[in-house]
């Protein structure tokens, strides 16, 4: 876990640990399969917290972390695996479920799921976009029409963009005058889903200049704190049955869950609900960490593990301390869970075993959240150097792992790893000046000319931890 940035400093890059690696080996196997193949996903059902929705956010969520704070200038693989998990969230098995619940719960024969209410699909959907377009802002193809073409049939298609989900969003956020939040399952409110849903309006307004949040923020704002949506002591009623039947107490792991998404554009509500958590519900001697409460009481909301379901909430407490800046607090619970959970590994890739694949994702995000982080991805805390300087655009997935990425402006600084032994392998550079000689210290020859596209291709013999290093000759 590391610092925020300081005001005029740019943002800290740190080099992933072979731990760090093996957690995102797992979300990449899951993304970069094919589109249509969904192994290793938790099949349930498509309507609650198991649903492959969930896993595909969170799997989008910790790569794009991954990419701002420890790989800011690879695209590669890593952004490859984004956009496969956008891409996914397309596929009818993800979003077919909407025309059943739509009927049963609203009486309507509605195949499109972003259309009415459903902010579990949209919200969430939207943010993945956001944070993918913020990282890798030269690729615009979500924005052209039809880029997220949902195919119900043969003859039925909804196709939408960023920019009309967006729409969609804010006309259901409108549609109430009593309340700006709008439903996940059929009438059921939840002020989570609609962090993600204002968040994503946020990201698309600063990324193309459109005026789609307007003032919702802040009548969410007002509803949170008359509304009773918050309670005096920081805490949020998990949902409701339309704005005013509540139903279910506040819980620790989805308070967590807010303090993490709602930094952004509430930072203040979001830092008194986390000094609640913090002081009511965690003991922590600068070690050993323990959550009050039964752990028996927590159930794994994406396998409905109610035995052993204590991991969730850990993780989302942890993601929650790490962007606090609380960061000795999140690294021991991410800790805690290698003394409650058997690790398995395949190829290289970790998970815990028994806990869900939303968790274990999740768990990918904790990992690489820092101080501030999602509030500053939200935000576009990216500076220019990142955006104009070189960077590492193609490498072998996964023959070799990037643990470090990042740029100046000017140079490029890579630490690799070999992902499945030693061997040499190729790697393609990007944002080169177009002709200019650039020297290469760790690769076999020792400078690169760049092309008439700013690209050029260096060799590179991995036997363990590698650094290269790129600079204008």
Not at 337 to 357: K, Q
Request: with cysteine; charged share 25%; proline share 5%.
């Amino acid at each position: 876990m590391t610092s925020a940035p300081a005001a005029g400093t740019l943002p800290p890059v740190v080099e992933s640990d072979q731990d760090d690696l093996a957690a995102q080996r797992f979300v990449l196997d899951l993304a970069l399969q094919p589109l249509d193949r969904f192994d290793g996903f938790d099949r349930i059902e498509q309507i609650g917290g198991s649903a492959l929705r969930y896993q595909l956010n969170f799997i989008a969520y910790a790569l794009a972390m991954a990419q701002y704070t420890r790989t800011p200038a690879f695209t590669g693989y890593l952004a490859e695996a984004q956009r496969n998990a956008i891409l996914k969230m397309c596929d009818k098995g993800v979003w077919g479920y909407w025309a059943t619940e739509s009927l049963i719960g609203y009486g309507r024969r509605e195949t499109d799921p972003i259309r009415h209410a459903n902010v579990m699909y949209s919200g969430y959907f939207g943010v993945m976009i956001g944070l993918y377009e913020t990282l890798n802002d030269a690729d615009s193809r979500f924005d052209r029409p039809g880029g997220l073409t949902l195919r119900w049939s043969p003859n039925l298609v909804h196709e939408y963009d960023f920019a009309r989900l967006c729409a969609a969003i804010r006309r259901n956020m409108l549609a109430r005058k009593n309340c700006p939040q709008y439903a996940c399952e059929p009438h059921l409110i939840y002020p989570i889903c609609n962090v993600f849903a204002f968040n994503t309006l946020v990201m698309h307004d600063r990324l193309h200049g459109t005026a789609f949040t307007g003032d919702l923020v802040d009548r969410i704002r007002h509803s949170y704190l008359h509304d009773g949506w918050r309670l005096r002591n920081g805490r949020f009623i998990p949902g409701r049955l339309g704005p005013s039947i509540t139903i279910s107490r506040p819980v620790l792991g989805y308070d967590a869950g807010m303090v993490a998404w709602l930094n952004a554009m509430m930072p203040d509500l979001a830092r008194d609900t986390w000094t609640t958590l913090r002081d009511r519900f965690v003991d922590f001697d600068g070690q050993q960490v323990r959550l009050r409460g039964s752990s028996r009481a927590r159930v794994d909301l994406g396998n409905y593990n109610v035995i052993n379901g204590d991991g969730m909430t850990r993780i989302f407490v942890a993601t929650a301390a790490a962007e606090m800046g609380d960061s000795d607090l999140a690294a021991a619970l991410v800790r805690s869970m290698h003394d409650r959970y058997r690790v398995e590994e395949r190829n290289g890739a970790r998970r815990f075993a028994g806990v869900s694949t939303v968790t274990n994702a999740h768990h990918a995000l904790a990992r690489f959240n820092r101080p501030d982080g999602l509030r500053d991805l939200v935000l576009g805390a990216v500076p220019p150097e990142w955006r104009t300087g070189p960077i590492l655009g193609i490498a072998p997935y996964p023959d070799v792992l990037v643990a470090k990425a990042v740029t100046d402006g000017s140079a490029l600084e890579l630490v690799l790893r070999p992902g499945r032994g030693a061997g040499r392998v190729r790697l393609g550079l990007r944002r080169l000046i177009p002709h200019r000689t650039y020297r290469v210290t760790g690769a076999i020859e020792p400078s690169v000319v760049a092309d008439d596209s700013g690209e050029g291709v260096i060799e590179v013999d991995l036997g363990g931890r590698h650094d290269v290093r790129v600079t204008p000759a």
